[in-house]
């Protein structure tokens, strides 16, 4: 596709139960990145994955987070037994490798713990 | 990694340009200059970036101070369209040339 697709667009959730966010970056965009945003808050860096490199999870602020990225293309970032401060808005990126590239967002999933 | 800075919020008239302001005294010689808005209820979005000279786009126009401790992001008319967070942020060699979101500023289009 022509840009960065997340899925789904929004998901409520038990508190307690796993969820998966999915990725999908654009072809040939060897980095991704996720961040999450919580509501009226900034961006928060949680993960990024540069080809076949280790990915820098140093932005992961549990360990009830993890992610994964098959082939170097397709991304899931799963949050297991969920809380309630986990609510907020996740959002992936990717972008050529290189300082001169920008960013191209998806348009995120908005997840709610209830 | 080296941060900007950037006033919380701005106000324009509709039709009007608008010049965004961001400090970054500590820019190394290697830092891209980039800029991101996020409209309401969006994910970020590309504005524009540069290094050294001024780089103009469709979306807009980045101005850059001759020592680099300063840039402008120019949108030259204005639009209600407009109204979003705008993010000056600065690129480097850092683990994964990850972009560090600050705060941003607030513009507001009055029509």
């Known amino acids: 596709g022509a840009g960065v697709s997340q899925s789904p667009s929004n998901k409520v959730t038990e508190k307690g139960k796993d969820v998966e966010l999915r990725c999908d970056p654009i072809s040939g965009h060897t980095a991704l990145y996720w961040y999450r945003q919580s509501l009226g808050q900034g961006l928060e860096f949680l993960i990024y994955f540069q080809g076949n490199s280790a990915p820098d999870k140093s932005g992961l602020p549990s360990d009830r987070f993890s992610a994964e990225r098959t082939g170097g293309s397709v991304s899931t970032l799963t949050i297991q037994r969920t809380q309630q401060e986990d609510s907020a808005v996740y959002l992936c990126a990717s972008s050529p490798r290189g300082l001169g590239y920008g960013y191209t967002f998806g348009s995120g999933t908005r997840l709610t713990v209830v | 990694d080296a941060k900007t800075t950037q006033p919380n919020s701005m106000e324009s008239n509709e039709e009007e340009p608008v010049h965004l302001p961001c400090n970054h005294s500590?820019?190394?010689?290697?830092?891209?200059i980039h800029w991101y808005r996020q409209l309401p209820s969006q994910g970020p979005e590309y504005v524009i970036h540069g290094l050294t000279s001024n780089v103009n786009n469709r979306m807009a126009s980045l101005a850059i101070a001759e020592d680099r401790k300063s840039s402008t992001l120019i949108l030259h008319r204005a639009t209600l369209r407009d109204a979003a967070v705008y993010y000056c942020i600065l690129r480097g060699n850092n683990a994964g040339n990850m972009l560090t979101f600050g705060g941003g500023t607030r513009l507001m289009v009055k029509p």
């Open positions: 500590t820019i190394s010689g290697t830092d891209y």
